[in-house]
């Protein structure tokens, strides 16, 4: 906890310590911090790293494990969605490397994969069946959706659909990577067409564009504007669950 303290002084970084894996996923869930470090050595840990990862890229943390030398399971960590190992005794220059690179992951990722809301039928293609959803928001790298019926997780899953306002149509394959029982569910694209890809990417400019010229603006009384941004976190959560 010191050289975690330390380090993150060093980097202008708040430290948020979670007594316990709850508290944790409530402030990974609300997007309240930039990096989770997850301590392996204590009971929890693991469904801490899986549901965090679950969370989609706009909203998930860096996701950093510890653990002592003598840890056998390192490989679980990283099925789980840990994106690095960190072992103790703590080194301060490999945990500052961490930090930085979790902080900017976290923040490229933020910018890379903006949600826009679209309402527009999908049909997802199952072996024996064609399910078709309502999409509820699309990034250049997934979809979120709302189906008739629980959704499988499952991967390359066959997708269509059309990219609302133009008649061009989005064709590939998607991994699901969270679904609920009331049929939401996350998609990831694993496999695009590049003509896809390129009407995607055409669509979401257009979209970016029209989303900064709309920003929220407030009016002063003495007629200048104020523009209302939502403030970024840089903040680390340690989660310490027993």
């Not at 679904?179 to 694209?189: E, K, P, T, V, Y």
Request: aromatic share 6%.
């Amino acid at each position: 906890m010191q050289a975690l303290q330390t380090s993150l002084e060093d980097l202008g970084i708040e430290l948020l310590n979670c007594a316990s894996s709850e508290k944790a996923l409530q402030v990974a869930l609300a997007g309240g911090c930039s990096t989770l470090i997850v301590d392996f050595d204590l009971p929890g840990a693991n469904e801490v790293i899986r549901m965090a990862a679950l969370l989609p890229a706009k909203q998930k943390p860096a996701l950093i494990a510890i653990a002592s030398r003598a840890w056998p399971g390192t490989g679980q960590a990283f099925q789980s969605g840990a994106s690095r190992i960190l072992y103790r005794p703590l080194d301060k220059d490999q945990l500052r490397e961490a930090l930085k690179s979790g902080r900017k992951r976290g923040h490229d990722c933020r910018r890379r994969s903006t949600r826009y809301e679209a309402k527009t039928l999908v049909y997802l293609d199952f072996e024996q069946d064609r399910v078709p959803a309502m999409t509820i928001d699309i990034s250049e790298h997934g979809m979120a959706l709302q189906a008739t019926e629980p959704v499988p997780m499952t991967s390359n899953l066959p997708f269509r659909c059309a990219l609302p306002g133009t008649h061009c149509t989005l064709q590939g394959y998607a991994d699901v990577v969270w679904a609920s029982d009331q049929g939401r569910a996350g998609l990831f694209f694993s496999k695009l067409t590049p003509a896809a890809r390129k009407h995607l990417k055409d669509w979401l400019r257009k979209r970016s564009r029209a989303s900064h010229a709309g920003k929220h603006r407030t009016h002063r009384s003495d007629g200048s504007v104020h523009e209302l941004l939502p403030p970024e976190e840089d903040r680390v959560a340690f989660s310490m669950s027993e």
